[in-house]
């Protein structure tokens, strides 16, 4: 579950941890409100979107605004605002047809004498949370892992323990902190370890981290995703979900308890099973065609999840054609025969389906199928499938 910037920086003033004052503001006369109520001389604006590269992101319709832009009058965020909200910001993470900017922060400015980058994420390779800092910080990091990867410091810390006091200096030695701003370090860093950890975290993220003229150090963005399968333990947390940032079908998938990732091309997949979903894809790909979803009902789904899961593809207007690939182990073959003949019930299936069933009561499923009256192209194994769908796409 992502969250927006402005609801981070409040989770992390909770723990303790140094961010600017900030406003949320949804109109523009809120955004000078803001600015009037931060009572400084400057001050930021900053669109509000489940993206990153908000900084170099642009409006579609006008190029010359960017996401990220100070102001130094009341009347300069009133009109920064007005260009964002209601506006597609396109950045570099959200692909050329934007997201729509709801919101926007408004925050203090501060003295910045350098720009750090710090993120925590769990590495698989240790089985650690692991802390990541850089002197890179303020630009695109993954550039920076691409092409200079010696300059990505990494301390693994153990969830129970937290990052140590050790750990911190050194990271501080290769970042060139010193004197003071060590002891303002480690209460940062010690913090957001801590808060990873305590909040069921996937990623929190810096960047950037910036090291004040007082020698201060202070957290200018945060980027907080939060571990979907813990969000039982964190009730206030799943409030601050925003259903307007996520695709509807990927949300309307989960409701049903299915995993559901949109796609680009026009071959709807429907498959139990991750890794067959996964080679699934593949195949579809090696013969010429374009996977328009991942969407995996799991093993034991019932008649009315597989029947939504037939929803949520063919409302897709870029689907041309479905490919349903079932392995029965837990699931039974018949359970999606009996599906897809309660879908061709329910939903306005106009589109060719390709259907390829093994395992688990086949034969039983294969006979439904076979005696239902509805147009089905049977297929024998994966590769026959992938080949029979990405034809019948081509020829829709």
Do not use: W
Not at 92 to 117: S, W
Not at 368 to 392: C, F, P, R
């Amino acid at each position: 579950m992502k969250i927006h910037e402005f609801q981070g920086k409040a989770l992390l003033r909770q723990a303790g941890i140094s961010v600017p004052a900030g406003v949320a503001a949804k109109t523009p006369d809120e955004a000078a409100a803001a600015f009037d109520q931060l009572g400084g001389k400057l001050a930021v604006v900053k669109a509000q979107i489940h993206a990153g590269g908000r900084g170099k992101g642009t409006i579609k319709d006008n190029p010359s605004q960017r996401g990220v832009e100070l102001v130094k009058t009341r009347e300069d965020a009133k009109r920064v605002a007005a260009a964002l909200l209601g506006k597609e910001l396109v950045t570099i993470q959200t692909g050329p047809e934007g997201k729509m900017v709801q919101q926007v922060l408004v925050e203090a400015g501060c003295d910045i004498d350098r720009e750090l980058y710090l993120g925590i994420v769990v590495d698989r390779a240790c089985s650690l949370p692991v802390l990541m800092v850089s002197n890179e910080g303020g630009m695109n990091i993954e550039e920076v892992a691409a092409e200079t990867p010696e300059k990505i410091f990494l301390e693994p810390f153990h969830p129970a323990d937290g990052l140590q006091s050790y750990q911190v200096r050194k990271l501080c030695h290769r970042l060139g902190i010193k004197g003071d701003s060590i002891r303002s370090a480690e209460k940062l860093m010690k913090g957001l370890c801590k808060l990873f950890v305590d909040l069921d975290c996937s990623i929190v993220e810096v960047n950037p981290l910036v090291v004040t003229k007082q020698g201060d150090l202070m957290a200018l963005d945060a980027k907080i995703n939060f571990d979907d399968n813990a969000m039982f333990r964190h009730k206030d947390l799943a409030e601050l979900r925003d259903l307007s940032e996520e695709d509807p079908a990927e949300v309307r998938a989960g409701n049903a308890g299915l995993s559901y990732v949109q796609l680009e091309g026009n071959i709807g997949c429907l498959v139990n099973g991750a890794g067959l979903a996964m080679s699934t894809m593949d195949l579809v790909k090696l013969h010429g065609g374009q996977p328009a979803n991942f969407l995996d009902v799991g093993g034991g789904a019932q008649v009315d999840q597989v029947t939504e899961a037939f929803r949520i593809l063919l409302g897709d207007k870029n689907v041309k054609a479905v490919l349903v690939n079932i392995f029965g182990g837990i699931m039974r073959c018949t359970t999606i025969a009996n599906a897809i003949l309660e879908a061709y019930k329910q939903v306005d299936f106009n589109v060719p389906l390709v259907v390829r069933l093994e395992g688990t009561e086949v034969e039983e499923g294969r006979k439904i199928l076979a005696n239902s009256g509805i147009k089905v192209i049977a297929a024998e194994g994966l590769t026959d499938a992938a080949k029979k769908v990405v034809a019948a796409a081509g020829a829709a």
